[in-house]
Structures are given as C-alpha cells and as structure tokens.
C-alpha cells in the first residue's frame, strides 16, 4: 500500500523506538497495512502484533516485503552490519533513516550502497509523543527525503537539523541519553524527601510534577535559564542554600563531564561498529 501519501515504511528492529514511532505513524493516521517490521524475537513480534495490529511482521528480511520508500533502521548498534547485509537485497530504492547510537553514515553507505541516509538520534519521551530528535541528513538525501523523515519523526515529538554529523554525538550526550539525567535526579529526589520523612511515593510525585513544571517554564517562557534560576533563589534562602551545597560539591563540573563522557562513547560506537 505505497501511495505518496501514506508510503509504505519498514523498521528493521521492533524494540522501543520502532514501536515509538509506529504508534505515533499510527496514532496520526498512517494505515497499519503500509508498516511492516522486521524482529527476530519471537516473544517481541507477538507483542508487536497485540499493540499494532494490522502491521505485517516477519522474523527476517525476504522476498515478502512490500517495496518500501522508507527503512528505518532501529537495530543496536553492535548488530547493525549484519542486519544491513542481510537486508540490503530486499530494500532497492529505500530511503534510509537510522536511530542507532553512533553508527556513521559513512559505515551506513558503504553496507547498504546508497547516499540516501538520515542519521536521527531520537530520545524515549517519543513513547509519549514527547520526543526530541536530532537528525542530520547525507548530501544524498533530497528536500523530498528530508521532509519525508521529518512527517514521520513529527510523529513522536520534536525534531531539530544539525549542520555536521559530528553535532550528533553531542545530540546524543544531551538529548538522547538525557531522559536518564532527568530520572537519576528524580530518584535522588524521591530518596532524599522519604529520608525527610516523605513517604516515597508523596516525594516522587512532587518530584515529577516540578521537573514537569520547570521545563514547561523553560519551554514558554524567552528568559534564559540563569534567570529563570535566578528568580527563585532568594539570597539566605532554602533554595540559595540547596544551590550553594551544590556549587561547593562542584556539581555542575562534574555534570558537565558526564555529558562529554556520553559524547565520546557516541564517538567509540562509531569506531567500534562501523568497521
């Protein structure tokens, strides 16, 4: 079922971040009989099959998949040379979109013979239709590519372009594994406010609810986020107090080198799977 409004789409890999963007395709309106997925897994195709029905799934790339105009590949990175050979006979013609963590798009056209990549690095509020993606685009990928892999990756959320591929890896250190800082931080918060006397559950829904509140802030408001930080810091106040330990701790520089470590970890993957 490729028509130019709904094109048929093919995810090589039916783990979180396929099943994200199916579900905001389908949500959207796109037909579930223009989706298709390949999973070897046989317990995570029937949990495909119960969530989306209608989507045609296959534990391996064959002659039975419906020519696509778009692959997406959502495979780990350490696996995604062997999928893409093996794939590769049965994708003539495809856009390519990758969401796998490092990966170049050097690598990516050398195993799948084609100049039309996008690299996406996507995050896990995309589940809930609150994503953000970084993408960047290979010369080989027309204007009609590149609105094609925004239509689906709009699906999930937010999406921004970055000029290099390179920018990638700090998309990665920042968005991509950023959902992680967010919930290392509201653990610590659950933690700290039941030792307060809390009860846990008290101290975390307080906790979500400000992280909720405090990026929606951000988000509408055009102040910076120092002063948006600064308004609720009240000289010789609970949160000047919370602040300064946090200084003296030099939390900041280290939250900064974690994001660099991520940074060259995204850099190795590349190294290390791209051979």
Request: no cysteine; hydrophobic share 45%; net charge negative.
């Amino acid at each position: 079922m490729n028509t130019p409004t709904h094109p048929t789409i093919t995810f090589i890999g039916g783990g979180n971040m396929a099943s994200a963007i199916v579900g905001g395709l389908v949500r959207q309106g796109h037909p579930a009989s223009a989706l298709q997925i390949v999973e070897p897994w046989d317990e995570q195709r029937a949990k495909l099959a119960q969530q989306f029905p209608g989507v045609t799934l296959h534990a391996a790339a064959s002659t039975d998949l419906l020519p696509s105009s778009l692959v997406v590949w959502a495979v780990k990175p350490q696996t995604f040379k062997e999928a893409a050979h093996e794939s590769r006979p049965y994708l003539a013609g495809a856009l390519h979109l990758s969401v796998a963590a490092g990966i170049t798009s050097d690598s990516m056209a050398s195993w799948l013979q084609t100049q039309r990549i996008v690299r996406a690095m996507p995050n896990t509020p995309a589940l809930v239709g609150l994503g953000m993606t970084g993408l960047f685009a290979r010369d080989g990928a027309s204007d009609a590519d590149r609105a094609l892999v925004e239509a689906v990756v709009k699906t999930t959320g937010e999406l921004v372009w970055v000029s290099s591929e390179e920018q990638l890896d700090a998309v990665t250190a920042i968005s991509g594994s950023g959902p992680a800082y967010v919930f290392y931080f509201l653990e610590a918060m659950r933690d700290a406010g039941a030792r307060m006397g809390l009860p846990p559950e008290v101290a975390y829904q307080l906790a979500v609810g400000t992280f909720v509140g405090a990026a929606t802030l951000a988000q509408r408001s055009e102040d910076p986020p120092q002063t948006l930080r600064e308004r609720v810091t009240s000289k010789g106040g609970t949160t000047y107090a919370a602040l300064t330990s946090m200084d003296e701790a030099g939390v900041k520089a280290k939250f900064e080198e974690a994001l660099f470590a991520a940074q060259k970890r995204a850099e190795e993957l590349g190294r290390e799977f791209g051979k």
